[in-house]
């Protein structure tokens, strides 16, 4: 079903529509939402019978469960959203009654403000709640359009700000057309869940319908979680004009973003490109992008800018864990975001991976570098960023550049400082592979009398620029400079690698300052090299 451009035609179309939809208005005591996140029984479910954006029930600040359906007798989500913001007891839930699988719910310009009415209590909104509608992964049913709505400014498919707190769920739903975000998590709004929507991008996930600033923006509002854990909670947030997600304010903390697919279509193979970054973390604290879980992570690619944009002194403490950014679904061929896979500018004390098992990134095909941290301007910031174990290849440029100029050559004692203090990477001198294990034999010279650990990769092929990438993480080992700054290392390592692949490392120091990549060093098969020393 296509819209409807003319505003008299759609209402007379939509308005046929809804005389062979079910005009019944329900509210009784429980109901459930099948692969959401756990919530609170809702005290009333308010069934929408309607896709015309009508308020004939009375003034939206009066009506609630006890007001009957206006004098049509059908109830629109503009009139289900009064009920619920005036009805005490919530969380509520809006339903939808439907016997075709697209509702075009417009909303169109009544007395008073453009767009839908902000939510101002907690809610579940369940977009599958059709009878007979399948569940996740079947796209998203309920299409709320902001056509009629995009010559005035700023208007939101959504605006959540439910007080008093609590939790709600937003399931379902495909926002689409509108002049502002598609949603806006704003305060005092806490504990929204955010699952299984397309935001930015049609029902069938192919064609971008964008809206005309984030996709989804979560504005000082903390404990948030957009996407989930389960097969088919994650979102489609792809064709929007600015960021596919931004998390923004120091009172955003403990978001999570997981489990979503940004910058793409919904097969993950082609490029739906959100017009700034796949996520924005804006001066916000503590956000997850990703987890260990298998299902925790995103696929961030295909974006105009960034695929992770970290920015500002209040961004600490975030963690970027098992996504997938520069790359298709498959990972069998790039989906570059078209700067650096990660971009961090002014944020301190992040971490882009990690040591245990699941923490690791895939960073590769970007059309600049992996990851980029910013020159430090003034100094002690763009500081202590960890960078670890992950996978980072193929990016036009650096794998990991600290200044965002280029490669950085060591320096003596490595008293300069800048980005993660422009940490000193270690040489690697000779690399030995047998049948079990391999020796990696250098030294690293960095501050004195400092531990430090060093991560080991190899790659098939050494990067143009003569250092890094990473496209297998090998292990770690850890050591202490002298008072002279040296360490001199052989790590074994219980892993065999090729002979003719190529080993680079990367320093941390007890901060989490992370180096550059090292340069290149060509394995030798111990068994060849023997014969050649003898020599």
């Known amino acids: 079903m296509k819209v409807l451009r003319n505003s008299h035609n759609a209402y007379i179309f939509l308005r046929r529509i809804s005389c062979v939809l079910l005009a019944t208005f329900l509210c009784f005591g429980s109901a459930s939402l099948s692969a959401a996140a756990p919530l609170r029984a809702p005290n009333f479910v308010f069934l929408v019978t309607t896709p015309v954006d009508l308020l004939d029930a009375g003034p939206c600040g009066w009506i ?75 796209p998203p049913p309920v299409v709320i359009d902001g056509t009629f709505l995009l010559g005035v400014p700023g208007v939101n498919g959504l605006t959540l700000m439910p007080t008093p707190t609590g939790p709600s769920l937003i399931r379902g739903l495909t926002i689409q057309n509108f002049s502002g975000h598609g949603i806006e998590i704003a305060p005092p709004a806490t504990n929204v869940a955010i699952q299984s929507c397309h935001i930015g991008i049609d029902m069938p996930g192919g064609i971008p319908f964008p809206n005309m600033r984030d996709g989804i923006k979560v504005s000082n509002s903390s404990l948030n979680v957009i996407g989930g854990l389960v097969l088919g909670q994650g979102n489609l947030i792809s064709g929007n004009i600015l960021n596919g997600v931004e998390i923004s304010g120091t009172v955003s903390t403990g ?23 796949g996520i924005y973390i804006n001066n916000a604290p503590n956000t997850t992008v990703g987890g260990a879980n298998p299902l925790a992570g995103n696929l961030i690619s295909g974006n105009t800018q960034h695929g ?10 975030n963690l ?21 896979g990660i971009y ?3 944020a301190s004390n992040n971490n882009i991976g990690g040591s245990l098992s699941g923490m690791a990134n895939t960073i ?15 100094p002690g910031i763009n500081i202590n960023n960890l960078i670890s174990t992950n996978l980072i290849y193929n990016n036009s440029l650096l794998g990991i550049d600290l200044g965002n100029d280029g490669m950085t ?11 993660n203090q422009l940490q000193n990477y270690p040489i690697v001198h000779r690399v030995l592979s047998q049948a079990s294990s391999t020796t990696i034999m250098g030294v690293l010279r960095s501050s004195a009398s400092t531990a430090f650990a060093l991560e ?8 143009a620029s003569g250092y890094g990438e990473g496209v297998v993480y090998l292990g770690a080992t850890q050591l202490s400079t002298d008072s002279n700054g040296h360490a001199p290392f052989s790590a074994v390592l219980p892993v065999t690698t090729t002979a003719g692949h190529f080993i680079t490392a990367l320093a941390i120091d007890p901060s989490n300052n992370t180096s550059e990549f090292s340069a290149c060093r060509v394995v030798y098969s111990i068994e060849l090299y023997l014969p050649l020393v003898k020599q």
């Open 64 to 138: 609630n469960n006890l007001s009957p359906p206006g004098p049509d007798g059908l109830i629109s989500l503009r009139e289900a959203i009064c009920m619920a913001n005036n009805t005490p007891g919530a969380p509520h839930t809006i339903n939808f009654a439907a016997p075709f699988p697209m509702i075009w719910i417009v909303p169109q310009l009544p007395p008073g403000p453009p767009g839908l009415p902000i939510i101002t209590q907690p809610i579940n909104i369940d977009g599958y709640s059709p009878p007979g509608y399948p569940p996740p992964p079947a």
């Open 255 to 277: 978001n999570k973003i997981q489990g979503n697919w940004i910058g793409t279509d919904v097969a993950g193979i082609l490029s739906r490109p959100n017009g700034s970054s």
């Open 308 to 317: 992770i944009f970290i920015y500002g002194a209040g961004s600490t403490s």
């Open 320 to 340: 970027v864990y098992n996504n997938v950014i520069g790359l298709n679904l498959p990972m069998t061929a790039t989906l570059p975001n078209s700067q650096s």
């Open 344 to 346: 961090i500018d002014q």
């Open 364 to 378: 590769a095909g970007n059309t600049l570098n992996g990851i980029t941290i910013q020159s430090s301007s003034p």
């Open 409 to 419: 050559a060591n320096d003596n004692g490595d008293a300069d400082t800048g980005a």
């Open 456 to 463: 080991f990769y190899s790659s098939a092929a050494c990067d």
